[in-house]
């Protein structure tokens, strides 16, 4: 069930380089099988030269997200809220999508707010700027933490302690038209971030911050 039937072997309104390009062809995928023998998750993309990196697949699997001091890492914050930035994986290859991580690290005492709010109430957010060679997907947030304010006489969906936000990255196809001789080997991603420390008396100004995170990009393999 997993080539690809989706585009007619014999549709004339289709071209005969698509129908043999795409009719027939696995969909690339991967499946993540436990200690049991059972199937855990799959990844599986549309076309045929996307692929899930392996970083990815590794902290999705074990159910933890690593931060390695080989990868990639921005950081920024003070005393309340540290927020750093760090890829799943130690560069970026074309089509292959990674996880970029973008975690907030909250002091004891201190929580920051995350949606859905009323308003008048700053939600943590993060989000890849527009950069010209790299396609990202929709921030994946973890699940808030519903906390009751008294003194309020409300209740908010708060974020404590640390918390990862996982926003899917790639390399697109506008490298295949960077000059060969002047490819670069790095690129820097601009990651915007929103949040508003807060403590059981005092919230503090909201801050909006930009890490800029310096990612290497793997060699293409490239036909002769």
Same mark, same amino acid.
């Given at each position: 069930g997993i080539l690809n039937t989706t585009i007619p072997p014999d549709d004339p309104a289709i071209s005969p380089a698509t129908q043999r #390009?795409?009719?027939g062809l696995p969909f690339p995928g991967v499946y993540v099988v436990g200690t049991s023998g059972g199937v855990t998750e799959k990844f599986f993309h549309r076309h045929?030269? !996307?692929r899930t990196s392996a970083g990815t697949i590794r902290d999705s699997a074990i159910g933890q997200i690593l931060a390695r001091h080989e990868v990639p890492t921005a950081?920024? #914050?003070?005393?309340?809220?540290r927020v750093s930035a760090f890829l799943a994986d130690q560069g970026l290859k074309f089509e292959s999508t990674s996880n970029l991580y973008v975690r907030f690290e909250v002091a004891d005492g201190y929580h920051i707010y995350g949606n859905p709010l009323p308003d008048g109430y700053i939600a943590s957010t993060a989000h890849i700027a527009s950069t010209n060679g790299v396609r990202s997907g929709d921030p994946i947030y973890?699940? !808030? !933490?519903?906390?009751q304010f008294p003194e309020l006489g409300v209740t908010l969906n708060v974020y404590e302690g640390t918390t990862d936000i996982a926003i899917p990255i790639a390399l697109g196809s506008e490298i295949l038209n960077w000059p060969i001789e002047n490819k670069p080997t790095e690129i820097e991603i601009p990651i915007e971030v929103v949040y508003q420390a807060c403590s059981e008396t005092v919230c503090y100004v909201p801050r909006r911050e930009t890490l800029g995170l310096q990612i290497p990009i793997e060699a293409l393999e490239m036909a002769r």
């Amino acid at each position: 069930g997993i080539l690809n039937t989706t585009i007619p072997p014999d549709d004339p309104a289709i071209s005969p380089a698509t129908q043999r #390009g795409f009719y027939g062809l696995p969909f690339p995928g991967v499946y993540v099988v436990g200690t049991s023998g059972g199937v855990t998750e799959k990844f599986f993309h549309r076309h045929y030269a !996307t692929r899930t990196s392996a970083g990815t697949i590794r902290d999705s699997a074990i159910g933890q997200i690593l931060a390695r001091h080989e990868v990639p890492t921005a950081e920024l #914050g003070d005393s309340q809220v540290r927020v750093s930035a760090f890829l799943a994986d130690q560069g970026l290859k074309f089509e292959s999508t990674s996880n970029l991580y973008v975690r907030f690290e909250v002091a004891d005492g201190y929580h920051i707010y995350g949606n859905p709010l009323p308003d008048g109430y700053i939600a943590s957010t993060a989000h890849i700027a527009s950069t010209n060679g790299v396609r990202s997907g929709d921030p994946i947030y973890p699940p !808030t !933490t519903p906390r009751q304010f008294p003194e309020l006489g409300v209740t908010l969906n708060v974020y404590e302690g640390t918390t990862d936000i996982a926003i899917p990255i790639a390399l697109g196809s506008e490298i295949l038209n960077w000059p060969i001789e002047n490819k670069p080997t790095e690129i820097e991603i601009p990651i915007e971030v929103v949040y508003q420390a807060c403590s059981e008396t005092v919230c503090y100004v909201p801050r909006r911050e930009t890490l800029g995170l310096q990612i290497p990009i793997e060699a293409l393999e490239m036909a002769r």
